[in-house]
């Protein structure tokens, strides 16, 4: 069983092998296009690289719903939690 803390330092992990922001200014709340200056591919891409690290796959339609990386990190809580 995944719990927040470790699932967040997973992702923030995962964020070294991108060039969005230094790494102390990420805020996994911070809506991704408005204060990450993140487009739609680099956010793409950083959901894939979730999906890969945590062996699932996210519906199409959160993509649409989920702004911030915490977004992400509670479904992966919630779905580690049935474990």
Known sequence: M???TEI???IYNL??????KPLE???FDADYEKELGLDSL????????IEHEFHTV???TLY???RTINDFVSLIEKDYACF
């Not at 964020?15 to 969005?20: T, V």
């Not at 956010?43 to 894939?48: E, F, I, P, S």
Request: hydrophobic fraction near 40%; proline fraction near 0%.
């Open 2 to 4: 995944l719990d927040r």
């Open 8 to 10: 967040q330092a997973r």
């Open 42 to 49: 680099e956010w793409t891409a950083l959901v894939t690289s």
């Open 25 to 27: 200014e990420i805020n």
């Open 64 to 66: 649409d719903h989920f």
């Open 58 to 60: 996210f519906e199409d």
């Open 15 to 20: 964020l070294r092998e991108f060039d969005f």
